[in-house]
């Protein structure tokens, strides 16, 4: 293995599975870089694995999902992303408008069906593109920013309910 | 409203942007535990390097070596002398392999005047030197073979056209004609000494054939061919006329010495039969010796009251036989090699 490959593979994802972390996590700063740590040593530990007719996002996404999935079991269940609108809330408490508005937005994503409420997640929160994503969950991008078009839609309705 | 959802995602995605410390410091911590492979930082371009100097230079020396555009005076054509002389110091280990390769390249170096003369372009002294060099090495290569006859022919022509070419090119070069008269005379003074070499050496080779063809024991002392004299004697002696006639037939005896009986009509004076002729048995001895003992004399006439006719005296001698006649020739074949210093 090569220092030099598995330090573009790290620039590239890093702040994108950080973020997928801190969501899972509740928002929690010190948690999300603890697992992300992790994270990433198991990839380096798996890089010589690495089958290149996988797509490195699907591969880094699936290694970070299961060690969430795996420490949570230990631990406590998975935070909702409602705990991370409370928590993002939470920290900027009595901060502008604009905060509150996202907090909203938060709580309305998370009225959202669990597969819509993911793609906003990882397509607006995390910073996945839709190619990363259609290999993740076997849709094509094309579909994917159909469906994305519906979501927004929904938000919006939401939003104005309240 | 999308767009304004859009943004505030957004936004929601920068707040949840990782530290920059913390990256830095985990890709540190994490490139730390992969092992180092400097040298092949550092190979790798050399390696690449060499790769790309061996193949351009082999290119390069493919061209020199076969192009008839690399002439002398060409920048590539140290290549070629440089790829020549790597050829002859492979070939040193048999003589066979090296008078091919000497021979290979005096003809290039032929060839190279011919093309030379061909464009008219300007020659050298040490373009005469250098054909002069080729001709010499292939000579004296092919000298150190067994049986150098079949490169002789060769050199030979390589020699002459190489010399005519040269001489022509003189008259348009008069600045050369000195140096080609020089090499001239060095290539004839090595011409001569070959030849003169190669003719013992062939002398040679027949001489042993003959002895080996006579059954006789022989060997080289001095650079000749020296047989046991007192075998000679003997074997002639007991030679069969058959086996004789064969030798004769084979090695020529009979255009070499020429043996004629004499028959002469003796007197009445008895005068005692006379030895059949022969010639002394060839001997190392190196003072050279008579090569047939004359008969005696026959005693004078008396004189008579007669008108004195004085008559030859005669001498009666049996008529030869002819295998007596055919073992003379020879004995008379082997004085005359003695004689001129062949064998001993």
Known sequence: ?162 | MNLIIKRRLNQLCKRAEPDRDFTVALKRHLIKKIPSRWHIHILKPVAGVATFAIIFGMTTGVYAYGSNSVLPHHLLYPVRTNIERMERALATDDPNDYADVALKHLEKRVHEIDVMDERSASVYEEDVRRVTTAVQRAMHAADALGDPRPYDVRIRNAEVRSASMLHSMASEHPALAHAISESAKDLGRVVWKMETKRKEVYENVSLRYEAELFGLVWSIEQGKVVVETEDVEQIISNMRSENVQEVIETTGVTDAVTVEPTQTETPAVEKPASAPVVSEPVTTSPTPEPAVKEPAPAPEPEPVSEPTVIQEPVTEQPAMTEEEIIRERLRRYFEKLRLQGKIE
Do not use: C
């Open chain 1, 1 to 162: 293995m090569k220092r030099k490959d598995f330090a573009g593979f790290y620039d590239k994802h890093v702040a994108r599975i950080y973020k997928f972390v801190f969501f899972r996590v509740g928002g929690d700063k010190h948690k999300a870089e603890d697992l992300t740590q992790d994270i990433f040593v198991k990839a380096l530990d798996a890089f010589d694995r690495y089958d290149p007719s996988v797509s490195e996002s699907a591969w880094i996404y699936t290694i970070a999902r299961n060690h969430i999935i795996n420490t949570a079991a230990k631990e406590r269940p998975q935070v909702d992303i409602e705990d991370v609108g409370h928590r993002l809330y939470q920290d900027w408490e009595g901060l502008s408008e604009r905060l509150y508005d996202e907090g909203r937005l938060l709580e309305a994503i998370q009225k959202l069906p669990k597969d819509e409420a993911d793609l906003v997640q990882m397509k607006y929160l995390e910073g996945w593109k839709y190619k990363e994503i259609a290999a993740i969950t076997n849709k094509t991008p094309g579909a994917l920013r159909v469906q994305m078009s519906r979501i927004l839609k929904k938000l919006r309705k939401i939003l104005k309910q309240k």
